[in-house]
């Protein structure tokens, strides 16, 4: 009798102390000065206005990102002359809020984009890819983009790209803070292979498949109310407890 309370007091001492995944994921932002967790979106967009000074959007961006209080954000703006890959790592409060921001953008007329569509997002990623945020207009000129027309699946194109900012990335965090600026100025000249084709973004923004969000879809699931109805519901009379429970 006294080995089995033993042995239980030594189960419960474990169970005290035993390490959760949830342990080592707080342990790793503590040690890494992290608030919150952070993830990695990749999304796309089309400029309302293709004449527009693309380096004002850029700027102007930039000021939005320096208001926000709370977790930093790093990443990189390419914007293209009819359109805009934004790859972006922050809290999942400020994902959102980027969302919110281009929604209110497409439905506006005033607006800088008049559609958008979200590639990827990657939840609590280890590590950030970009040291900073950062913007780039490329002088990249590409006639008949509506001819454009893959040799691939759309979820494969959308993994290309996404393989692409990836390489594109790693290239820059490699890059010494003082070349940093030379090596974003020089990006077609230098690593044109991990910038994605213009046509290509023009074409995901046109196709309706099921491996893109929508922004309307992705709000929609964070900010409409979560009411499901299950099939318990609809039986009369109600269902009683069949076995006896303490």
């Given amino acids: 009798m006294a080995s089995e309370i033993e042995e239980q ?3 419960s001492f474990y169970d ?19 608030k919150s967790l952070i993830h990695r979106m990749v999304i796309v967009s089309k400029l309302r206005d293709p004449d527009a000074d693309r380096k004002q959007i850029g700027i102007k961006y930039e000021e939005k990102l320096k208001n926000l209080q709370g977790e930093g954000v790093t990443g990189l703006m390419l914007i293209y002359m009819k359109h805009v890959v934004h790859i972006v790592e922050t809290s999942s409060e400020f994902l959102l809020e980027t969302i919110k921001d281009l929604y209110n ?30 913007f780039r207009a490329l002088e990249i000129q590409v006639h008949r983009l509506e001819a454009y027309e893959p040799s691939e699946s759309t979820d494969r194109l959308v993994i290309d790209i996404l393989s692409q900012l990836l390489k594109l990335g790693s290239y820059l965090s490699k890059q010494p803070k003082q070349s940093l600026k030379n090596a974003l100025d020089s990006l077609h000249e230098r690593v044109p292979d991990m910038l994605p084709f213009e046509a290509a973004v023009h074409y995901l923004l046109e196709e309706d498949d099921v491996c893109m969000y929508d922004l309307s879809e992705y709000l929609d699931l964070y900010q409409k109310p979560f009411d499901v109805q299950s099939d318990t519901d609809l039986v009369w009379p109600l269902p009683v407890r069949l076995f006896p429970y303490n």
């Fill in 105 to 134: 953008s497409e439905v506006n007329e005033r607006g800088f984009v008049s559609s958008s569509k979200i590639l990827n997002i990657t939840h609590n990623i280890s590590d950030r890819l970009f040291n900073q945020w950062n």
């Fill in 9 to 11: 007091e030594d189960d």
């Fill in 16 to 34: 005290i102390h035993r390490t959760s995944l949830l342990d080592v994921i707080e342990d790793k932002n503590r040690a890494a000065n992290r």
